[in-house]
């Protein structure tokens, strides 16, 4: 797969990273652990996660990955929204959770908090889980512009990068919730993730004011009825609008990642 550079240049990944949100649908470790191999041996190298997908499940499976195969990959994680009750990664409770949740949100719904202690551990326990001692890129997930305009969290995604635990910070979500801050901002190593499709255009906000985004999601997003053609055709146009970032897509069944690595040659 090609490799394109994000983060100012300083961090090559693959032209289509593995986004693990939904990895947890597949109820075993053997499969999901499975799932996430067999997307390296197809030439993902990088992949996105949060602490609230799979409420810990995805960071956990993704430590689980053979020694070797973790080097060679690369890892975004996330800060800012939590799982609710905190996350305790356990493959049926969350299938049960998720499933309640349908009735009684307050068992699913993502939980914001912004303070800087909970985002501290956070990242800590989200790198235990991950068996690093470090990650890639740290993302505020769905930061928003008041949120980074704060001294306390400028200063603290600094330090974190001068400790060396994280190699570049940025921010993943909607374009309208930060896009006013990066208004006229130079473009260094502050990472952007964020949604776009076809028709709707969302990341030409980020564009306009920054350049193009790092990461960009949203392309295999459809209604269930969509086939599998206008699936492809989406993510086709998508791999054409930013050829120089890497979208963020997902799958559960293995052997759409070679016809999806493919698509990443472009």
Known sequence: MRRVFVAG???????????????????SRRARVGLLEAAVDAGFSHFDTSPLYGFGLAEEDLGALDDRVRRSTTVSTKVGLYPPDGARPNGVEV???????????????????????????SLETSLRRLRRDSVEVLLLHEGTSE?????????????????GKVGAVGVAGEAHRFVSWLAGRERRQFVVQTRDSVLGDEARAV??????????YGYLSAP????????????????????????????????????????GER
């Not at 949120?147 to 400790?163: I, N, P």
């Not at 564009?207 to 960009?216: C, I, L, M, R």
Request: aromatic content about 6%.
């Open 207 to 216: 564009a306009q004011v920054y350049g193009a985004p790092d990461f960009v």
């Open 9 to 27: 240049g300083s961090l090559g990944v693959s032209r289509l990273a593995f986004g693990t949100g939904s990895l947890h649908h597949q109820q």
């Open 147 to 163: 949120v980074l305009s704060t001294d306390e969290w400028q200063h603290w995604l600094e330090d974190v990068v001068t400790r």
């Open 95 to 121: 299938v049960v959770r998720k499933a309640l949740g349908r009735m009684m949100p307050a068992l699913s719904t993502a939980v914001v908090d912004w303070s800087l202690d909970r985002a501290r551990s």
């Open 224 to 263: 269930p009825r969509a086939s599998a053609s206008e699936m492809r055709g989406r993510l086709e146009a998508g791999l054409q609008r930013w050829s120089e970032a890497s979208l963020i897509v997902s799958t559960r069944v293995v052997g759409r990642l070679t016809e999806l690595a493919a698509l």
